[in-house]
């Protein structure tokens, strides 16, 4: 039995029965005759749903903001802006999907060549509870675009939302089959990814997570996907604007409750601006205090779940122990609910658990560079590679320091921000493959080569 539980009063808001051996085949049967009938619609009649679909989530954003506030407490004025956001990539995905995967034709003295990209079929997407529409939407749409199915297995505390996810697509018109979601154990995921009606799989979550679904669908020998954590680089060189950067800072760090996997988490800054960025940063993060998610003037609502606080007041107390300094205290909030007040660290050992690991919650650590070299190698310190920031007034700096960083991407004088427009992913222990742009939409396609001798 799944659980979802109101991180604000740790009362339950609903339960939920794993599916059973019987409903589990019935919907990969559904998936695979809802795949068909979604890739015979042609990118005309998808763009046509998808459009449909976008303007539900838009006209739903309340709700769903209220929703998501009582299942993993993130505050409803930054739930809405989440429902408006998977409206802009379904609507973005109606408009590009035919430009982004049209045949390419390329005429040779011998011959014709047609490259065609082909749906696999049906999608599994295995989604975490931080973004509960947006996870589920952005492993989900890219794919659709292009003529697969998606299956998705939500976390087991966001499962109210997987079905509304599912709902709407439903009352958009999309077909039966098309994108369904299932409450599933570990266990009967990896026989899902087994399953020959499943071609493909994509996941978004913790490094051991990322290990089994990569290895599962290794030895069923097929294509995987993984975002997974990520301890993102948020570097502060002399020349930049401090005060802009260290309300970027706090914003980064701070919205959701600090989880994301793409937040800055390490606060890099260059010695000369470093006291100057330690006042603004904390000055910075004083509107984020504890409160009701269901209200609208809420910056900081709590933790998902009671473990997660506990693991990341262990993290803060450990990295104390290590030699961090403690700029500002933060910490659980005694009283109903998951709350933990904003903590901010300065220095201490690299093997330091703010500095090393992920950190997935309000909790910032701020470290010092000689330079703008010795800032990337701090940066680069890391198992991870999600994304990294980078502040400067000289932007013909930054393009020549952001090839050094090692990330998927680097945000110059802003802060990460998947876009539906552009590819998004990590590299080392973040993952591998793209989300979103052209780059998502031919995750899972048969890029099939079709030679016309003359």
């Known amino acids: 039995m799944f659980k979802s539980v109101n991180p604000a ?8 029965a794993e599916a059973p051996p019987a409903e589990i085949d019935a919907v990969l049967n559904r998936v695979r005759s809802g795949q068909k009938a979604w890739a015979e619609l042609g990118f005309e009649g998808r763009g046509r749903v998808l459009r449909a679909y976008g303007g539900l989530l838009k006209d739903r954003a309340d709700d769903l903001a209220l929703l998501i506030a009582r299942e993993m407490g993130k505050p409803v004025s930054e739930g809405r802006a989440e429902a408006e956001k998977c409206a802009w990539l379904c609507e973005y995905y109606a408009d590009a999907a035919e430009k982004l995967l049209a045949d390419e034709i390329h005429e040779i003295d011998e011959a014709t060549i047609i490259l065609r990209h082909e749906p696999l079929g049906a999608v599994f997407s295995v989604t975490p509870w931080n973004f509960p529409l947006w996870q589920v939407l952005r492993a989900a749409i890219p794919p659709m675009a292009a003529g697969n199915a998606v299956l998705n297995k939500p976390a087991s505390n966001v499962i109210g939302c997987a079905r509304a996810v599912v709902s709407l697509f439903a009352e958009a018109g999309g077909p039966d089959g098309a994108l369904l979601t299932l409450a599933l154990t570990a266990d009967q995921a990896a026989d899902v990814i087994a399953d020959d009606r499943i071609a493909g799989v994509a996941l978004t979550g913790s ?6 679904v990569a290895g599962a669908a290794g030895k069923a020998l097929k294509p995987s996907l993984l975002e997974l954590g990520g301890s993102d680089p948020f570097i502060v060189l002399a020349d930049a604007d401090i005060e802009k950067a260290a309300e970027a800072a706090a ?31 904390v000055a910075a993060a004083e509107p984020f205090k504890p409160a009701d998610p269901e209200k609208d003037d809420t910056k900081l609502g709590p933790m998902a779940r009671g473990d997660l606080r506990d693991e990341l007041s262990e993290q803060v107390e450990k990295s104390i122990r290590m030699g961090a300094k403690v700029l500002r205290a933060g910490g659980v909030v005694d ?19 703010a500095f090393a690991e992920e950190t997935f919650g309000p909790a910032a650590l701020i470290v010092t560079a000689k330079d703008a070299d010795d800032a990337v190698a701090i940066a680069n310190r890391s198992r991870y590679g999600l994304s990294a920031n980078l502040w400067t007034a000289d932007t013909e700096r930054a393009k020549a320091l952001a090839p050094g960083i090692e990330a998927g991407g680097v945000y110059v004088n802003g802060t990460t921000a998947s876009d539906p427009r552009f590819p998004f992913g990590g ?28």
């Open 9 to 16: 009063t740790e009362e339950i808001v609903a339960e939920y």
């Open 335 to 353: 009283g109903p609910g998951f709350f933990y007040s904003p903590a901010i660290l300065t220095d201490g050992p690299d093997d330091q658990p």
């Open 427 to 454: 590299i080392k222990r973040s993952g591998y493959g793209r989300e979103l742009g052209e780059a998502g939409a031919k995750e899972f396609v048969n890029l099939k080569t079709i030679r016309i001798s003359k």
């Open 207 to 212: 490094e051991r997570a990322g290990a089994a």
């Open 251 to 281: 914003g980064s760090r701070f919205k959701n409750a600090g989880q994301v996997c793409i937040a800055a988490k390490r606060f890099i800054v260059e010695a000369a601006v470093r006291r100057e960025f330690e006042e603004a940063f």
